[in-house]
């Protein structure tokens, strides 16, 4: 693993242009890792060349904004995709247009891709893998405060401000390091968690309405019409699934949000392992926290079953 993590550095020396990716619905990790890396590699290298790619997110965009390039950049390029676990799953189909293609991931490897892959589930995000890289190999690179507030952002997002089981000891290590950079961390715990006010009347309407098994399996149905009715994107529908986790009784906790050709399912639970289920239904994740993807409303109550029969 060592040496792999050498190779890394080494490669992120040697190219002057490298181009960051991440996956596609991006959240304050993907966005983290990748805006975070950008910026330390700008401010340790001036004189390379570094691009972050993807769709923007609105509410996000306190994280950073996105480039805008030509094809012709890619052309002898490094490219490095943070934070995702698939190939389909990768934000810009150019991935694959650069000279050398790296993975940087926390997600378990259920997809191999890349011409250097660094895999690690242990960690709670591909933030704090980013930041523990570079603090093992310190040479050549410079935190400053914009690259800390990305990188802690990305970490607070996956954690669940810190209440996750994902956060252990090397986290806080990663966290009370990063906050020695004056960022401001509260600022980024506002914008995190501050909900628009359809937001909020939608994430009561689901305190009102969810339904839960005998197994103590809950779950929401969000539909098209649902999400015009409230004037709400799926990603800050999608966002409130864990209105769900504060109820005593649910063990499991899952969403089903409707998309043109998909409905998409994000599963959380407080302590029973989801993600065999997750791989089940098209999809997968950690432990505790997973994502399934099934194409009709019947499906519903095949992931319903599969997640009952994992409750004790």
Known sequence: ???????????????????????????????????????????????????????????????????????????????????????????????????????????????????LSWVDPSYSSASE?????????????IMNKEAAKSFYAGILGDTGNFMNGNTTPRTLKMVSYLRTYNFQPERIHNWLNIKSKNSSRLQKDILMSFKVTDKGVAYFIITEDLLNMYGLD??????????????????????????????????RSRSIPIASVARQFNGGGHSLASGATIHSWEEVDHVIQALDRVCP
């Open 129 to 141: 893998m980013l930041v523990d890289l570079f603090l093992q190999f310190p040479e050549g690179f």
């Open 234 to 267: 799926r990603i800050e529908a999608s966002n409130l699934v864990n209105t769900l986790s504060s109820v005593r009784g649910n063990k499991i906790w899952a969403f089903f949000i409707e998309y043109p050709s998909e409905i998409r399912v994000r599963i």
């Open 1 to 115: 693993m060592v040496n792999k993590k050498k190779e890394i550095i080494e490669a992120i020396k040697k190219y002057p242009t490298i181009i960051i990716h991440r996956h596609v619905n991006p959240d304050p990790d993907a966005l983290g890792s990748q805006i975070g890396l950008q910026r330390l590699l700008k401010h340790s290298y001036p004189a390379k060349e570094v691009f972050v790619v993807g769709e923007e997110v609105e509410r996000l965009l306190f994280i950073g904004e996105m480039d805008v390039i030509t094809d012709k950049k890619y052309k002898g390029a490094l490219v490095i995709v943070c934070d995702t676990a698939n190939l389909s799953r990768i934000s810009d189909s150019h991935y694959d247009h650069g000279d050398l293609l790296i993975k940087i991931d926390h997600h378990p490897e259920y997809e191999q891709f890349g011409d």
